[in-house]
T-cell receptor
């Protein structure tokens, strides 16, 4: 039973470029949340997807967007990359019922040069 | 902004000792969860305590919750070198669908 999988594991981009990160949720889960974790900090909630729609959004600019597919997998897109976007991007999945524990992938390490 | 704040920021103990980490939060919650993160890896869920519960146990873990003080503590008994990791509390808000994390406590268990 595969857990949450994310790809790629590492990515290097330059300022101004665009990036797409991918996530497959744990089997049986239909809700996907994305987090940004800067070095030495806790994860910051970006947004959550359920039934292919953005259900809730954190305090992130419109440069951050996402998508959820019918098979519940999800993508995180970031446009016009800034140096400050360098971080570990974590995907977490859970069932639709709110408040449940979240299952995390190992993340994508994004470095902006 | 981060809802939970952990204390201490870092903790170093000997194997076999107990480790206690504290967490404070700001607003009403539905539940509070603790997660562990090994270096360079994703977070692993440890334990969840609901707002109407005061104490919960799971193996060597003991969590308490004081909603009047908006605080929680995580106790790890008889620590092992493998417990070395960062520990985060996260609150699930009373309204909404997001989990809000604190900055974490770095625990180092020396063998």
């Amino acid at each position: 039973d595969a857990g949450v999988t994310q790809s790629p594991t590492h990515l290097i981009k330059t300022r101004g470029q665009q990036v797409t990160l991918r996530c497959s949720p744990k089997s049986g889960h239909d809700t996907v949340s994305w987090y940004q974790q800067a070095l030495g900090q806790g994860p910051q909630f970006i947004f959550q997807y359920y039934e292919e729609e953005e259900r809730q959004r954190g305090n992130f600019p419109d440069r951050f967007s996402g998508h959820q597919f019918p098979n519940y997998s999800s993508e995180l897109n970031v446009n016009a990359l800034l140096l400050g976007d360098s971080a570990l991007y974590l995907c977490a999945s859970s069932s639709a019922a709110g408040g449940r524990p979240q299952h995390f992938g190992d993340g994508t390490r994004l470095s902006i040069l | 902004s981060q809802q939970g704040e952990e204390d201490p920021q870092a903790l170093s103990i000997q194997e076999g000792e107990n480790a206690t980490m504290n967490c404070s939060y700001k607003t009403s919650i539905n539940n509070l969860q603790w997660y562990r993160q090994n270096s360079g890896r994703g977070l692993v869920h440890l334990i969840l305590i609901r707002s109407n519960e005061r104490e919960k146990h799971s193996g060597r873990l003991r969590v308490t919750l004081d909603t009047s003080k908006k605080s929680s503590s995580l106790l790890i008994t008889a620590s092992r070198a493998a417990d070395t990791a960062s520990y985060f509390c996260a609150t699930y808000m009373e309204y909404g669908n997001k989990l809000v994390f604190g900055a974490g406590t770095i625990l180092r268990v020396k063998s």
